[in-house]
């Protein structure tokens, strides 16, 4: 057993005063109480610098933590019991983790009482999912009218090689100087390293307040720890309306070589970008690496050729071990992003305009029973068959790292996916890369298939 540290904390600045309904509800450990989310996602973030990307290892490790809210008479507290302690100096909590620990509690407190448990929004729309994403990312304090355009969220895989790790920072770095900031997932590899880079520019050109925004969900933050660097961490209700959050908040996307997460990101970014109501909107995406990744991009660019077809590759351009490039491009991308706002007097903190289809805001819960009647074939308009291989990346990412998805996998087997000859020739061939580039998980570890495909 690691060494641990019981306290007691007061939250840092996001949320001081709940009501005893809201206190019951966080204190409840049954099916509908909401102790197990806070459990998890704080465990998280207070073994924050951890690389493991098992969540159910860390859950193990620190099966004898606890977290409880107290409600006192000048505000709440958090107990803590055998917490990793890695997250205090001196017995004191370090700062910026107390700071990311009342975060998740804000966003669990509100998305359960003005989200899901009310009728202010309906889900069921895409109108009402939108100004629910809004209104979550307005909560954290992410929307910030006064700034103009400069925020560049940047995708790419935790398990990437230490060469691809330093081409991330060395691309940070580069915007950092150019006066941009970085939004990601907030886990390890392609997440911190730009932001790593960009902490040393901003710091050169005296740029006091750089934004380091990590947007998660609680599958994914509860196995990837969120990295020290950030600074505003928003956690959304599921993986689509975080994915719609990045698209809403961000000017650009820049992708790293990543896995089966990253191919998520890439079909979820281009099926919107290809749907007839955004051909002329412009959105600059990048993929990039150092020249050891060339080999992963252009299986990537082949694969979403003969998915997605040649109006897909009109959307992204492949810039190899160009990092000062790949920050120029990015630069003017994101100027054109805020002139053709300006024209169509259109928010810079919050793109209202891009359209996103229903498929990609419904949350697919992954099954053997979903994953197995994917429809995976060319007959279909190319953005629906965008929106159904990134549910089928969406299922192999839950059976890799997400406690639920891998408890499933255990207890019934790899994945289901069925999909025309070709297209599942393609799709091998694109996952069996990844497998042998070790892409599924972090190096060094051994990785069993969570799919199998017929």
């Keep these: 057993m690691p060494p641990t540290v019981s306290t007691i904390i007061s939250p840092e600045g996001s949320l001081e005063v709940l009501s005893q309904h809201e206190v019951n509800r966080l204190?409840?450990?049954?099916?509908?109480?909401?102790?197990?989310?806070?459990?998890?996602?704080?465990?998280?973030?207070?073994?924050?610098?951890?690389?493991?990307?098992?969540?159910?290892?860390?859950?193990?490790?620190?099966?004898?933590f606890d977290i409880e809210v107290l409600q006192q008479d000048r505000g709440i507290r958090l107990k803590l019991s055998n917490a990793p302690a890695d997250a205090f100096v001196d017995g004191k909590m370090i700062r910026g983790i107390r700071e990311l620990l009342s975060?998740?509690?804000?966003?669990?407190?509100?998305?359960?009482?003005?989200?899901?448990?009310?009728?202010?929004?309906?889900?069921?729309?895409?109108?009402?999912?939108?100004?629910?994403?809004?209104?979550?990312?307005?909560?954290?304090?992410?929307?910030?009218?006064?700034?103009?355009?400069?925020?560049?969220?940047?995708?790419?895989?935790?398990?990437?090689?230490?060469?691809?790790?330093?081409?991330?920072?060395?691309?940070?770095?580069?915007?950092?100087?150019?006066?941009?900031?970085?939004?990601?997932?907030?886990?390890?590899?392609?997440?911190?390293?730009?932001?790593?880079?960009?902490?040393?520019?901003?710091?050169?050109?005296?740029?006091?307040?750089?934004?380091?925004?990590?947007?998660?969900?609680?599958?994914?933050?509860?196995?990837?720890?969120?990295?020290?660097?950030?600074?505003?961490?928003v956690i959304m209700p599921d993986i689509e309306k975080r994915l719609e959050a990045f698209v809403r908040l961000g000017h650009g996307i820049i992708i790293f070589p990543g896995g089966v997460g990253t191919a998520e990101e890439i079909l979820y970014l281009l099926g919107i970008l290809l749907h007839p109501e955004n051909r002329e909107t412009p959105f600059p995406v990048i993929f990039t690496g150092p020249a050891g990744s060339a080999d992963y991009f252009a299986r990537i660019d082949e694969f979403l050729s003969y998915t997605l077809g040649d109006k897909a590759r009109e959307r992204y351009r492949i810039m190899i071990d160009d990092p000062i490039g790949v920050a120029r491009a990015m630069r003017e991308g994101i100027d054109d992003v805020a002139e053709f706002r300006r024209q169509q007097q259109d928010a810079f903190y919050y793109n209202w305009r891009l359209n996103i289809a229903r498929d990609f805001q419904a949350p697919f819960e992954p099954t053997h029973e979903s994953m197995a009647n994917l429809a995976l074939h060319r007959q279909q308009p190319i953005h629906e068959l965008a929106a159904n291989l990134r549910r089928a990346f969406s299922g192999i990412v839950a059976g890799n790292v997400k406690e639920p998805g891998i408890r499933a996998i255990e207890a019934h087997g790899p994945f289901r996916l069925h999909a025309e000859p070709e297209l599942m020739t393609r799709l091998d061939e694109l996952l069996t890369s990844f497998v042998e580039q070790g892409r599924m998980k972090l190096p060094g570890s051994h990785y069993v298939p969570c799919y199998t495909l017929n």
Excluded at 42 to 64: I, K
Excluded at 157 to 170: A, F, L, M, P, V
């Design 27 to 64: 204190r409840d450990t049954s099916a509908n109480g909401l102790h197990d989310l806070l459990w998890r996602c704080a465990l998280a973030v207070l073994n924050c610098g951890n690389p493991t990307d098992d969540g159910r290892e860390v859950m193990e490790t620190y099966h004898d």
């Design 103 to 233: 975060a998740v509690l804000r966003d669990i407190v509100y998305v359960y009482n003005e989200i899901q448990t009310q009728q202010r929004f309906d889900l069921s729309t895409g109108e009402g999912t939108t100004n629910a994403v809004f209104h979550i990312l307005r909560k954290a304090g992410a929307l910030k009218p006064s700034l103009d355009p400069g925020l560049v969220v940047c995708w790419g895989g935790h398990s990437i090689t230490r060469e691809e790790y330093n081409y991330t920072k060395d691309v940070g770095y580069h915007l950092g100087l150019r006066d941009m900031d970085i939004c990601t997932g907030c886990g390890p590899g392609a997440m911190k390293g730009p932001m790593k880079g960009a902490n040393v520019a901003h710091a050169k050109q005296r740029r006091s307040l750089g934004r380091y925004i990590g947007i998660s969900e609680p599958g994914i933050i509860a196995a990837e720890s969120p990295n020290p660097i950030v600074n505003e961490l």
